[in-house]
């Protein structure tokens, strides 16, 4: 079984730039495609990066494309993500989560990590 676990979160100005971490152990975690997701309080759990189980390739919702980045060392088992241009509507709780499909659908990850908080100050 996959088992992930976020960290790195924190409190962060508004423009500033913040790397949370997704650690995963299991067997054939290389086979697994690694997702981003968020939820702000009140709001639904929304998509926000993903990558496929070899890197190759990723996809990003527009709200943060161009200032978030994915990706990931399979040699360590580890999934990152860069935040760059923070800005107070980021500010959610982030989850990591896995799938055995190329997909940014969060309904086919079966495998979710706890969230760590991402906090942007105006």
């Known amino acids: 079984q996959v088992q992930l676990q976020a960290s790195g979160g924190g409190l962060v100005q508004a423009g500033g730039s913040l790397r949370i971490s997704c650690a995963a152990s299991?067997?054939?975690?290389?086979?697994?495609?690694i997702g981003w997701f968020r939820q702000a309080p009140g709001k639904e759990r929304e998509g926000v990066s993903c990558?496929?189980?070899?890197?190759?390739?990723?996809w990003s919702a527009g709200s943060v494309k161009g200032r978030f980045t994915i990706s990931r060392d399979n040699a360590k088992n580890m999934v990152y993500l860069q935040m760059n241009s923070l800005q107070p509507e980021d500010t959610a709780a982030y989850y990591c989560?896995?799938?055995?499909?190329?997909?940014?659908?969060?309904?086919?990850?079966?495998?979710w990590g706890q969230g760590t908080q991402v906090t942007v100050s105006s």
């Open positions: 299991g067997p054939g975690l290389d086979s697994y495609a």
């Open positions: 989560a896995a799938s055995s499909a190329r997909t940014s659908n969060q309904r086919q990850y079966d495998y």
């Open positions: 990558i496929t189980s070899t890197g190759s390739s990723t």
